[in-house]
């Protein structure tokens, strides 16, 4: 079996900072690509950041510098440094990974259950 498991959300300041972390666990052969995702409420999922396995990044204009995404190969995990956070910033937010299993196989996402964070005064 193949799980992520997602900590660090809770509630913050605006202005404040949080840091989210994901572990891929389970019989993985190969991660790809890395990356978060949020919805807010009555809102669609949008894409906030992601990473490649050489470290190359993207992020939605919205949190460009101030959020900060990384990852560690050897442990496969993916954190996401949000600082400067705004009320805008409050939704879920899910940890996504794109792999292989042991044996073969193609590529597919594999999703976190989901984090709450809440930016208010």
């Known amino acids: 079996q193949v799980q992520l498991v997602e900590s660090g959300g809770g509630l913050v300041q605006p202005g404040g900072s949080l840091r989210l972390s994901c572990a891929a666990s389970?019989?993985?052969?190969?991660?790809?690509?890395m990356g978060w995702y949020r919805q807010a409420p009555g809102e669609q999922r949008e894409l906030v950041a992601i990473i490649t396995t050489t470290g190359t990044t993207n992020y939605v204009d919205s949190v460009k510098g101030r959020f900060t995404i990384s990852r560690d190969n050897a442990k496969n995990t993916v954190a996401l440094q949000m600082n400067s956070l705004k009320p805008e910033d409050t939704a879920v937010y899910y940890c996504?990974?794109?792999?292989?299993?042991?044996?073969?196989?193609?590529?597919?996402?594999?999703w976190g259950q989901g984090t709450q964070v809440t930016v208010s005064s």
């Open positions: 389970g019989r993985i052969a190969r991660i790809n690509a």
């Open positions: 996504n990974a794109i792999l292989v299993r042991v044996g073969g196989g193609a590529y597919a996402a594999y």
